[in-house]
C-alpha cells in the first residue's frame, strides 16, 4: 500500500463499471434471443407494436436492445410519495434508503411469539397502527392477506384499512387484474381527482414476474393498468440460484436484470414516463431443504449488485431485505434482519420491504416489527454517514481542552449530543446491569411485549378527515356492491 | 467383469448421477447377459435408495437427487423396452397422476416427486402445472391410477386440492384411488382436513408414500 494515497479505500460496491456495461450488454442480448413470455394477449400486442418480435403460439416478445434503451430513458430518475393528506415524505431515488413492513405474510405471530394463526384484517389494523408510531419506517404496506375477507376483493380491502389506520404512504400490490383499478379509484378519491393522484401518488404497486422471464396474465395487466392510471410499478423479480435461474450470484443478477427490463419496457411502451422502482425478492434457493430464505447474505448480494444495474439506468431501486427465515423471534431473527438490512443499506436501496417479518414472508410479528424498527434506526444512522466540518471537527476546542481535557459541559457538547447519534427506544437495553436487574431482567422480546402494547394504547395515528372518510367508504361500498360482498369487518357499513 | 463389480458401478454412476455412463452400463449388462431385471433391482435402484437415505441425513442435496434420477431413467430407456420383450414385467410400482394445482404455476419440487417415483419404478402421468380440477377427474377416469398426486405452492391454490377430492367423489372415483398432497404450505393438517390419504414433505418422502399406499 502506498503512503498518502486514496488506493485502498474501502467502499461497498460488488460491481465495477465494466462489470455493470458487461451485465447491461448480457441483458439487452437475453431479452432479443431468449426473450420474454407475457401471458397477455394485450402486452404482446403492446410489445409488437413497438417492434418487439412477438411468437404468438409461445407467447413470447423478443426486445430489442433500442425499445430497451428508449424504456431506460424514459422513466423517471426519482419517485416522489406523499402521504394521505397529500405531504411529500420521501423521494425514492439516488441513496436515500426508506423501509416498509413486509408484504404479504400469511400468518401473524401473537404477542406471546409463540402463537402463530392465519392473518386476519384485525392484524393489518394492527400493523398499521403501530407502525405510525415507528419513526424509522417511512412508509407501510399490505403486510398480510386477510383470510376473513373475500378473494375478490382481499388486496383492495387491505388498501382500505390502510388509508384508514395511518397517513404513511403505501407499498400495495394486486392479486387480480380489477383490484388495480378499484384502488386507483379509492386513492382518487383520497387526492380528488385521478389527476391530483398522479401528481402526487400515495402508493405504489409491486408486481412479480414468475422467473425465469415469465409475466402472468394478472401481472401483464396490472403492469398496463398501472401505467395507463400513471401508477408507480415496482416489479419484483425473484431469482432462485440453481432452481429458477443459474446457481451462480451472476448469472442470477443477470436473470433479474433481464427480467425487470422487459417490465420496464412494457409500462414504458404503454405510458411513457410511467414511475418504475427496479425491485426485487431475490433469494437463496438451500439445496439441502427446498427453501428459499430471502436473508441469506447471497441474497442480498444479488440485490446489492441488482441495484447498482438500477442505479447506472438511473432508476430508484428496492428489494426484500431487513428480514428473517427464522420461525420465532430469537437470536437468528435478530442477525439476519440487521444483516441483511444493513447490507441492502449500504447498497444505496431506496426501498427496503421487510420489517416485522419471518420464515420466508409467511409470518409477521408485531414484536419483531418494533424491535426491527431499532435496526432500521442504525441503519439510516449509517446511511446519514459523518459530518465533517470546521465545527464537528472541533479543532479549536480540542487544542483550547488540550490534555485531560473533559467534554461534557462544553457548549460543543451541548450543541451535538442529541444530533449526532441515533438514540434508541427502550428496546435496545444500555442501562447498567444493576438497573436492568432492578427492572426484571428481562430480554428484548419481553420489552418489545411492553412497546407494542403501550403503542396500541396510547398512540393516536392522525385520523382521515370525515369528508375524505366518506368518499373512499363510498367507492369501497361501490366495489363490494360490485362483487356482491355486503359485509367487511371493519366496514364501510 | 463380474455381475457384483458391475451392480456395484450401476450403484455408483446412479449416486454420482452419470448419465451417460448409466445407459452404457445397461447396454453392457444386457451384453453380458444379465436379466434387465436383475440389472434394474440389484443395480441402478440400489444406487437410488441410497441417495435417498443421503439426502435425509443431509449428505446429498437436491441437484444430485436430480441428476441420481436422470441416471436412472437414461438405465430404464435402454433396459425397460427389453422387459417387455421378454415379457418379464418389471415390477411396475404403481401409475401415479402428478400436476400442480389451477392458476399455480410451480413445478420445480413436483417434477423432483415425479422423477423420484420414476425412478423408484412407479409409471408417472406428469399433467404439469395450471391443472383444472376436471382435468385431474378425467385423467383418473381414463388413466386409473394407483395414486394422485396434487401440489400446490400457494396458500390461494390449496383449496383445489380439497375441490379435487370433493369432484372424485361426485363422480363416484374417489375409492379408485389415492389421492396424496404437498407443496410447500401442505401439511399433515390439511391433508387430513381435506380427507386426503396422505402429504409428503419432499421427493423422499413422496416415494415412501406412495410404496406404503401401494404395497
Redesign the interface.
Known sequence: MAKFSFESQPRFRLLTEAQIRDLHAKALEVLETAGVKFESEEALKVLADNGALVDSASKTARIKPEMVMDAIKRAPERVELFDREGKGTVILGDSNVHFDPGSSAIKFMESDGVTVRKSEARDLVQISRVNDALGNIALQSTAVTLYDVPKLIGDSYRLYLLLKNSPKPIITGAFSVHGVANMRDMLAALRGSKEALREKPLAVFDICPSPPLKWTHISSQNIIDCARFGLPIETVSMPMPGAASPATLAGSVLVDVAETLSGLVLAQCVNPGTPFIYGGAPVHFDMRFGTTPLSAMEATMIAAAYAQMGKYYGLPTHTYAALSDSKTVDAQAGLETSMSGVVATLAGINVISGPGILDFVSCISLEKLVIDNEICGMALRLNRGMDLNEDTLALDLICRLGPGGNYMSEEHTFRWFKKEPYIPSPIIDRKDRNNWVEEGSRGSFARAQTRVQQILEEHQPPALDAAREGQLDRVVKDIMAERGIYELPFGPR | MDKEQIFREMKNCVLEGEIELAGELAEKAVELGIHPLEAIEEGFTAGINEVGERFEE?DM???ELVAAAEAMKAALAILEPLLLEQQAKRKIMGRVVIGTMLHD?HD??KD?VASMLTAAGFEVHNLGVNVPTDTFVDKVRELKPHILGLSALL??TMPEQEAVIKALEKEGLRQEVKVVVGG??VNQGWADTIGADGFAE?AIDAVKLARGLVG
Open positions: 443431509g442435496f437436491l441437484p404455476i420445480i419440487g423432483m396458500t390461494t410447500a404450505p419432499n
